[in-house]
């Protein structure tokens, strides 16, 4: 009976996932794996916010393959010798993965798969987790696309129509039997020892399941408003999908049809223009993978060069401005707020991650790379495109960048977004009592 392993990595879910479907294709035996190897990530391992999530990721996968008659096996890495050793043992002809997208990581694939090739076995990557293949849309003159503008207008001209996404199977074939323990989950230690994740507890569900309860109740709650409200911090007026696109518990294309499915119901009336809205924030993100994978450097270099030397704020000085910010202890409040929002719940909305990043790039003259790397840290949706063209977007050295000589006014914008205050009086309590008029500046 055929055997073939299921490389998970990015793509913890059943539905929707190309490369589960492709394997119950293939083959009557399945052997689902995850492999930790997070120095093959290096330098960007995921961070302490990460971990947790795909901790708490991993043990609800693992729970969705046991109800389904299966299991995950869990190895620490390298990858290459432990897909070779689960191989040999299962006699494994076919290797599944969803594909990654990040520079190094598609290295580090196209390495793995070459040297399994030659043992003889076949190996086969999918698309779960992009509307495009990066290489798939190009500027009329053949050049990556550097606009966002442009770059949605094409994506949205070579789109297809969206299809159904398929359902994850009611059962799969039971495991082979390796005689191989799987690593605990407990063993990765990938939760922290410090007891500091209360916040992200309390305010996500992770795994496959919450994040499908989470897209339902954005549909009906938030949808109709999102184009109004998705710049305001204090509601939740966005859909916190992010984490769940990240650890790929869900993909854009199960979003997408399920826009479509609820904008275009003839009891939707209005919602299109909300879905549209919606679907180009999506954009930004196919965007912002474009832009990794043809400029490869951008992750710890500027994508503008002009930017290479420039002058930011010598050391000692960056060191204790840095500190302040990143303890939401800067004076400003929306800023601190933001701050202290990401700390506790591993999240910060987007309008205040742009001020937040602004202040300490243009304000304060500290270097992109350090504010990318405690998001890369504290964000439970860390996620190095997004984080890449976000910082380099509002530093003003990236893509389609606010200009150098833009700042943001955190005064007024924290009056602008926050007008009656109720974002900052949550997370800087300390300044709850102060009238609206004085609350953004103290
Ligand atoms: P929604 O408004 O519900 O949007 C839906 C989805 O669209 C998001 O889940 C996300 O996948 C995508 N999206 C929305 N806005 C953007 C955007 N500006 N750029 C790219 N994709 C977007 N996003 C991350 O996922 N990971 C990061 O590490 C990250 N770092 C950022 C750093 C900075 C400095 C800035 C300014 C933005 C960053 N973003 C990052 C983008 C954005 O802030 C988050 O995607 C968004 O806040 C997630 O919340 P949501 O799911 O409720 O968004």
Redesign the pocket.
């Known amino acids: 009976m055929s055997c073939g392993i299921l490389w998970f990595r990015r793509d913890l879910r059943l539905s929707d996932n190309p490369a589960l479907q492709e394997a119950l294709r293939c083959c009557e035996r399945l052997l689902p794996v995850y492999i930790h190897a997070p120095e093959e990530e290096a330098p960007w391992e995921p961070g302490g916010a990460s971990r947790w999530w795909l901790h708490h990721s991993l043990t609800a996968l693992q729970q969705d393959l046991r109800t389904r008659g299966s299991d995950l096996l869990i190895l620490r890495g390298p990858s290459l010798d432990s897909l070779r050793r689960i191989a040999d043992r299962s006699q494994a002809s076919h290797v599944f993965c969803n594909r990654l997208y990040e520079p190094d990581a598609m290295t580090r694939d196209a390495r793995i798969a070459s040297k399994l090739e030659e043992q003889g076995l076949v190996c086969s990557g999918h698309n779960a987790s992009l509307l495009h293949e990066p290489e798939d849309l190009k500027t009329g003159k053949g050049t990556p696309f550097r606009v966002f503008s442009a770059f949605w207008r094409a994506a949205l001209e070579r789109a297809l129509p969206p299809t159904a996404p398929r359902p994850g199977p009611s059962r799969l074939p039971p495991c082979p039997d390796l005689s191989l323990p799987s690593v605990s989950l407990d063993a990765l230690a990938l939760r922290p020892t410090i007891p500091w994740d209360g916040g992200l507890r309390e305010h996500w569900t992770p795994g496959e399941e919450g994040a499908l309860n989470r897209l339902g109740r954005f549909l009906d709650q938030a949808l109709g408003g999102y184009t109004a409200r998705?710049d305001l911090p204090a509601v939740p007026g966005?859909?916190?999908?992010?984490p769940h696109?990240?650890f790929g518990e869900i993909g854009p294309a199960q979003i997408r049809w399920a826009l479509q499915d609820r904008t275009q119901s003839a009891a939707a009336g209005g919602l299109e223009s909300a879905g549209h809205a919606?679907l180009r924030?999506?954009g930004?993100?196919e965007f912002?993978y474009h832009l990794l994978h043809h400029f490869p450097q951008t992750s710890e270099q500027p994508l503008d060069p002009r930017f290479a030397d420039f002058p930011w704020a010598p050391d000692a000085q960056a060191s204790t401005l840095l500190s302040a910010w990143q303890r939401g202890q800067t004076g400003i409040p929306i800023v601190d707020a933001g701050m202290r929002e990401l700390w506790r719940r591993g999240w910060m909305?987007?309008r205040v991650?742009?001020i937040a990043?602004s202040l300490l790039t243009k304000n304060l003259r500290v270097h992109w790379l350090s504010g990318a790397r405690w998001?890369w840290d504290t964000?439970v949706?860390?996620?190095l495109a997004?984080?890449t063209?976000?910082?380099q977007?509002?530093a003003g050295c990236g893509a389609d960048a606010a200009p150098y000589f833009r700042i943001f006014n955190p005064v007024l914008q924290g009056e602008r977004f926050d007008p009656d205050g109720a974002y900052v009086r949550h997370w800087v309590p300390e300044l709850a009592n102060l009238e609206d008029r004085y609350l953004h500046q103290p």
């Open positions: 998705r966005t859909s916190g999908l992010s696109l990240r919606y924030q999506l930004w993100r912002s909305h987007n991650r742009m990043a998001f964000l949706d860390a996620d997004n984080n063209m976000g910082w977007w509002t």
